[in-house]
């Protein structure tokens, strides 16, 4: 396994792989890997690439008040995982070399980014699209690993590389669970003990907003109505939002028509939390949740 530190360095390895016929699946990430990152890494040994992990900490998705400086990190076990994993090279780009000067280029995804994330973050979704478009263009074509745990994110990249015609497929993969349904995240070690024992909260509302949209038996606003209830009551989490969107556009729905993603994110302590279901989810199935090709299966974005 390579660790490479250039962009230069990285074309021309990739280069040399695709023209002795292999072809490459990219996992981009911040580091602090765990499971849920690993899947992303067995899904594209498994598809049979040549496996880039880039970990890269970009200051230009973070906003000012946010834990760019804090961001939890540890190359050593990263590298020992990828290792494990199968990656032939790991992608370790220092701030200034992906950004030698003041970025002056954005990439904006309208529409998509509006809601959630994009509103509680405002500037989040363009520092994203931006670092993911120097990504994509650093790897050229590639298979693109995300995880559906950020499905808002995996949304607005697959947009993005549909509307630019960048030579990537982005494939999704499932959210990888602890075993009390806590969705793995490199942010969840900023929790207390006490937090991290009520964090499986927000699964538990998102699988009870899911059962109530699959009954049809109640609108949208009821539903954000009870999960926001049950957060409430936790009294370490302050809700940030809980959301009932179309599947496809992820804009927050009136009614119950079409198929429907259920989000959510709740801040404990210093963690800010983000979670996701589709209709489909229960709480038995969170709670056992372990990524499967069968689960995989892909998102139908426009
Ligand atoms: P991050 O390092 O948090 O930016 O995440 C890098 C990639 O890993 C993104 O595509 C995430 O969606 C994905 N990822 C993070 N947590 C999980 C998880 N629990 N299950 C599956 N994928 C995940």
Not at 69 to 77: K, N, T, V, W
Request: overall charge negative; charged content about 25%.
């Amino acid at each position: 396994m390579h660790v490479v530190r250039t962009i230069a360095e990285l074309r021309v390895l990739l280069d040399e792989a695709r023209h002795s016929g292999r072809t490459i699946g990219f996992v981009p990430t911040m580091g602090y890997l765990h499971t849920g990152h690993r899947s992303l890494l067995d899904a594209s040994v498994r598809d049979g690439h040549a496996t880039l992990l880039s970990i890269f900490v970009n200051p230009l998705q973070f906003a000012a008040n946010e834990d760019l400086g804090a961001y939890p990190r540890d190359l050593d076990a990263d590298l020992a995982m990828a290792s494990d994993a199968g990656a032939e090279w790991v992608f370790v780009p220092e701030v200034a070399e992906m950004y030698p000067r003041p970025v002056a280029t954005t990439v904006s995804v309208h529409g998509l980014g509006t809601w959630m994330e994009g509103s509680s973050r405002p500037t989040h979704f363009d520092g994203v699209a931006t670092v993911v478009t120097k990504l994509f263009s650093i790897a050229g074509t590639c298979s693109a690993y995300f995880g559906e745990k950020d499905y808002q994110q995996l949304a607005i990249i697959r947009r993005m590389a549909t509307d630019l015609s960048m030579p990537v497929n982005v494939i999704g993969c499932p959210t990888v669970r602890e075993p009390d349904g806590l969705a793995k995240s490199s942010r969840n070690v900023y929790l207390s003990a006490d937090e991290r024992a009520a964090a499986p909260v927000l699964i538990r509302a998102l699988c009870r907003g899911a059962e109530l949209v699959r009954g049809r038996s109640t609108d949208p606003a009821t539903v954000r109505h009870e999960m926001a209830a049950m957060i409430d009551a936790e009294p370490l989490g302050a809700l940030d939002y809980v959301e009932i969107a179309d599947a496809e556009t992820l804009e927050p729905v009136d009614t119950l028509d079409g198929p429907v993603r259920i989000f959510g994110a709740v801040r404990f302590g210093r963690a800010r939390l983000i979670d996701n279901v589709g209709e489909d989810m229960t709480i038995e199935r969170a709670l056992g949740a372990r990524p499967s090709s069968a689960d995989a299966t892909p998102m139908r974005l426009a």
